[in-house]
T-cell receptor, first 113, second 108 residues
Framework: EAGVVQSPRYKIIEKKQPVAFWCNPISGHNTLYWYRQNLGQGPELLIRYENEEAVDDSQLPKDRFSAERLKGVDSTLKIQPAELGDSAVYLC???????????FGPGTRLTVT | GQSLEQPSEVTAVEGAIVQINCTYQTSGFYGLSWYQQHDGGAPTFLSYNALDGLEETGRFSSFLSRSDSYGYLLLQELQMKDSASYFCAVNRDDKIIFGKGTRLHILP
């Protein structure tokens, strides 16, 4: 069974530029999460989807971040414009149930210069 | 409010046993999870405790006391490959909240 797929693995952009991350969850997993992880910290939830509905986006900086999950499968997280403080690893995870075991993708390491 | 506390670093010797503690304060508590993350890698699930007591999976065990809002991860027969960060995470009815992680250093 394929795991959670993310792309790109690495991204370097200049501040004020846009950037997008893509995630393909494990087949059959209705719940999808986007996390941000700073060095030496735990993953911080940005948004959670149940199928195509965003059910928790309270931690998503909505002035510059947006996300979508069309057809309840793949998801895209976008930042526009990026700021220096957005440099982090962006992790996508999926699970069968909200409170269940989460499976993480390899993440996208974003560097904003 | 909600909070998770775990030591930032722990050091142990190869072949020994180490315990990583986690205390939490949150509403809507369902259970406590543990994840392992190697440098540059993704977090991977280790264990989940919904009820009080000890859960054992091979060399790893996890314990939960709901009345004390406390849990721990026990690693036995430590191997060098166990060098990683370990995160406790509170499972609530609406989300999972991760702690800041404990960096485990293993000495040969």
């Amino acid at each position: 069974e394929a795991g959670v797929v993310q792309s790109p693995r690495y991204k370097i952009i200049e501040k004020k530029q846009p950037v997008a991350f893509w995630c393909n969850p494990i087949s059959g997993h209705n719940t999808l999460y986007w996390y941000r992880q700073n060095l030496g910290q735990g993953p911080e939830l940005l948004i959670r989807y149940e199928n195509e509905e965003a059910v928790d986006d309270s931690q998503l900086p909505k002035d510059r971040f947006s996300a979508e999950r069309l057809k309840g499968v793949d998801s895209t997280l976008k930042i526009q414009p990026a700021e220096l403080g957005d440099s982090a690893v962006y992790l996508c995870a999926s699970s069968l149930a909200t409170s269940g075991e989460q499976y993480f993708g390899p993440g996208t390491r974003l560097t904003v210069t | 409010g909600q909070s998770l506390e775990q030591p930032s670093e722990v050091t142990a010797v190869e072949g020994a046993i180490v315990q990583i503690n986690c205390t939490y304060q949150t509403s809507g508590f369902y259970g406590l999870s543990w994840y392992q993350q190697h440098d540059g890698g993704a977090p991977t699930f280790l264990s989940y405790n919904a009820l009080d007591g000890l859960e054992e999976t091979g060399r790893f065990s996890s314990f939960l006391s709901r009345s004390d809002s406390y849990g721990y991860l026990l690693l036995q027969e430590l191997q060098m490959k166990d060098s990683a960060s370990y995160f406790c995470a509170v499972n609530r009815d609406d989300k999972i909240i991760f702690g800041k992680g404990t960096r485990l250093h293993i000495l040969p």
